[in-house]
C-alpha cells in the first residue's frame, strides 16, 4: 500500500510538472493598425486555445487564453498607438491558474474577428485578431468628398473623346463629373455590367486609377539582402503615383492600401470596384530564385497559362500572400463573390495587355527590361473581370544594386513618373468612354 501510494504521489507531480511545462509561450505579438482594420497577433510554436466575448459600456473585447506563458504578453499593452483607430489599450493579467486574460478597451464599436492560423512559411502558429468598425467607411462616399472640395484637377478639361453630343444636361452631381453610377452597389456588379448605355457622356470625367501597392503587413513580400522590405518599397512608390496622378487634370489615384497592413487580394480587387476604379496597377518588387536576376517586368492576367516558367513562378509566389498575410478562411465575403464574377475577361485582358505594353515601354527609359515583352500569368490580384489590370515589378529587391535603388527617393519618382506615362499613353490610344459604354461593349 505504501509503495503505491508513493507511486501515486509522484504520478500526480509528475502530471502536474508535465501540465506546468505545458504552457504555451508566446514567441512575438504584433499589432497593425489601420483605418479598415486593425490587427493583433500572437504568434506561437503551438495552437492557443481562446475562447472571445463582448462587453459594452463601455466597449470592450475579452479574450481569454488557456495555459499560455504571460510573459511575452505584457508587451503588448505598450504597444498600442495613440492612433489606432480602433484600440485604446490592452490590459493583460493571469485571470485564474491556466487562464490568461486580455481586455481591449475600444474606441468604438467593432466587429471582431478571432481566428488561428497554421504554421506557414518563416511564421509559427498564429492566433489572429482582426477588429473591424462596425460602421465601415463607405470608400466611394470617401471619394467623392475628396473629390467634392474645390480642386483645379477637376476643372472641366478639353474633350477628348469624340461622341455625339448627349441631348440633355445631366445634373451637376459629383457621381456625374465623375461618370459614376450613382450609388453603385457591388452586390449588384453583374447587372451594373449588363445594363446597355442610354447615353454617350461628353463631359470629360475624371479617371480613377486604382494603385496596389503589394504585400503589406504580416505579409512583408520579399526581403532585400541589406533588409529592405517588398512591402514598404512598394507603397512609397504607389504614394508617389497616386500624388502625381492627383496632380494630373482629370485624373485621381486611389491607394488600395496607404498603411502597413495586410489586404487579401480578393479584397484589392472589391476595393477597386467599390471606387469604380478606370485601371487597377498592382506594385511589386520580388525576388527571384537567381539572385542575379535584374530588370522591370510588367504583366498581365493569362486564362491560359503563363508565358513562361518564372511567371508561372512569380504568380504562384504572388498568390500565396493570403496564406502569409492570413485571410479568415471561415468568412465568406459576399461582395468577393459577387465581384469575382466568372465572366469572360478575354476583353479585358486584351485592354490590360495593351495598358501592360504602354507601362513597360515608359519603364525601359530608365531601368533594363527583364524580358522586352509582357508576360501572363493567372495572378489572383488580377482578376477583375471588368477593369484592365496589369502588375509591374518595378524591379528585384533581391539583387543588391536594384535594391538600393528602389530605396532612392529620386528612382522611386522615376518609377512613378514611368508608370503615369504608361498610363497615359495608354488612354491616348484608348480614350476612356463612359463606365457604361465599356460595359456595354463587352456584351
Ligand atoms: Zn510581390
Do not use: C
Amino acid at each position: 500500500m505504501h509503495k503505491a501510494a508513493i507511486k501515486f504521489v509522484a504520478l500526480a507531480l509528475l502530471l502536474w510538472l508535465s501540465q506546468a511545462d505545458a504552457a504555451v509561450s508566446i514567441n512575438s505579438t504584433r499589432i497593425w493598425p489601420a483605418q479598415d482594420y486593425t490587427r493583433l497577433t500572437l504568434e506561437s510554436r503551438e495552437a492557443i486555445h481562446f475562447n472571445m466575448f463582448e462587453i459594452t459600456d463601455p466597449d470592450r473585447l475579452v479574450i481569454d487564453l488557456d495555459d499560455v506563458e504571460i510573459g511575452a504578453l505584457k508587451e503588448l499593452s505598450g504597444k498600442i498607438s495613440n492612433d489606432d483607430p480602433y484600440i485604446k489599450s490592452i490590459r493583460v493579467g493571469q485571470f485564474k491558474p491556466g487562464v490568461v486574460r486580455l481586455v481591449l478597451d475600444l474606441k468604438t464599436q467593432v466587429k471582431p474577428q478571432l481566428f488561428d492560423l497554421k504554421p506557414i512559411a518563416e511564421y509559427g502558429y498564429r492566433l489572429v485578431l482582426d477588429v473591424y468598425p462596425a460602421n465601415p467607411v463607405d470608400p466611394l462616399m470617401a471619394l467623392l468628398n475628396q473629390l467634392d472640395k474645390p480642386d483645379t484637377a477637376l476643372a472641366t478639361a478639353p474633350q477628348t473623346v469624340p461622341v455625339p453630343p448627349e441631348p440633355e444636361q445631366p445634373d451637376e452631381t459629383v457621381e456625374n463629373r465623375l461618370g459614376l453610377t450613382p450609388g453603385l452597389d457591388i452586390g449588384k456588379l453583374d447587372q451594373h455590367l449588363a445594363t446597355p448605355p442610354k447615353t454617350l457622356e461628353v463631359r470629360a470625367r475624371t479617371l480613377i486609377i486604382a494603385l496596389d501597392a503589394g504585400h503589406g503587413g504580416e505579409d512583408p513580400g520579399a526581403h532585400g539582402k541589406n533588409g529592405s522590405l517588398e512591402k514598404d518599397v512598394t507603397l512609397a512608390i504607389a504614394r508617389k503615383v497616386k500624388a502625381l496622378m492627383d496632380d494630373t487634370p482629370n485624373m485621381r489615384g486611389v491607394l488600395i492600401r496607404d498603411g502597413d497592413y495586410f489586404i487579401p487580394l480578393g479584397m484589392r480587387v472589391v476595393k477597386a470596384h467599390q471606387v469604380n476604379a478606370d485601371l487597377f496597377v498592382s506594385i511589386h518588387a520580388d525576388a527571384f530564385i537567381k539572385p542575379d536576376a535584374r530588370g522591370s517586368s510588367v504583366f498581365a492576367l493569362s486564362e491560359h497559362g503563363a508565358t513562361s516558367t518564372a511567371a508561372r513562378w512569380l504568380a504562384k509566389n504572388e498568390n500565396e500572400a493570403d496564406l502569409i498575410g492570413g485571410v479568415n478562411i471561415a468568412v465568406q465575403d459576399p461582395y468577393l463573390a459577387r465581384t469575382l464574377l466568372d465572366l469572360s475577361q478575354t476583353a479585358t485582358i486584351n485592354d490590360s495587355m495593351k495598358l501592360a505594353k504602354h507601362v513597360l515601354t515608359e519603364l525601359g527609359g530608365i531601368n533594363d527590361l527583364h524580358r522586352g515583352r509582357v508576360e501572363q500569368a493567372g495572378f489572383a490580384v488580377l482578376k477583375s473581370p471588368d477593369i484592365p489590370s496589369i502588375l509591374v515589378e518595378t524591379a528585384f529587391i533581391s539583387n543588391p544594386g536594384e535594391e538600393r535603388r528602389l530605396n532612392d527617393e529620386d528612382y522611386q519618382m522615376k518609377l512613378a513618373n514611368a508608370i503615369l506615362g504608361g498610363i497615359k499613353r495608354y488612354f491616348a490610344q484608348n480614350p476612356a468612354l463612359s463606365k457604361q459604354k465599356i460595359a456595354a461593349t463587352k456584351f
